[in-house]
Structures are given as C-alpha cells and as structure tokens.
C-alpha cells in the first residue's frame, strides 16, 4: 500500500503562485509516474501535469508555461509549482502516484483562485 498527501493549497489572487506537495509513504521501492489531476465542481477530473522516473513530463495544454512538476526520488515526493494562477484553475488537486500498474491517489487540497 502507497499512501500520499497533499499540502500547499489554499486562497489565491488572480496572477499569484502556489507550490503543491505530495509525500508519498508505505511499500515502496521506486514509482514510476507520479503527477496531479484536478477537479473543477461539477467537472470530471482532469490531467494537470505527470513526471516519470525516465524523467519525462507532461503537461496540460492550459497549463503550460505556468505551472512545472518536479521530483524528490529520495523524499518519494512530487511538487508542482503554479504561478500566474488564473480563476478557471480554482480545483481540488490530487495527487497521483503509480509505482507500477497500481494507481494511487492522495485525498486532494483545494487551490482557489479569486479574480
């Protein structure tokens, strides 16, 4: 079992940044992909931004430029840093992690953006 939580969320102007953190804990010996989803209310989560032990990221298209995803492989923990925040990414964010095939998710944070 991997468990994972999420910090750094909170109440933002328009045009600020925010910094994520997910730490993740419990049998592990390496993950492969680990990344963030967000969920709008009344909106189907979506895919915000994943890197993988290759080193490979990915990103949202409305993200790019903004927002980048690091890693701690000795913390076992994700970042993603998100500046010129923008009200339409107000969102409950949760963490991702998939050591291998199994997929894990963190119980989210709520980033808010005010206009």
């Known amino acids: 079992q991997v468990q994972l939580v999420e910090s750094g969320g909170g109440l933002v102007q328009a045009g600020g940044s925010l910094r994520l953190s997910c730490a993740a804990s419990?049998?592990?010996?390496?993950?492969?992909?680990m990344g963030w989803y967000r969920q709008a209310p009344g909106k189907q989560r979506e895919f915000v931004a994943l890197?993988?032990?290759?080193?490979?990221?990915d990103y949202r298209d409305s993200v790019k430029g903004r927002f980048t995803i690091s890693r701690d492989n000795a913390k076992n923990t994700v970042y993603l840093q998100m500046n010129s925040l923008k009200p339409e990414d107000t969102a409950v964010y949760y963490c991702?992690?998939?050591?291998?095939?199994?997929?894990?998710w963190g119980q989210g944070t709520q980033v808010t953006v005010s206009s």
């Open positions: 419990g049998s592990i010996i390496a993950i492969n992909a």
């Open positions: 991702y992690a998939q050591p291998t095939i199994q997929e894990y």
């Open positions: 890197t993988r032990s290759s080193g490979r990221t």
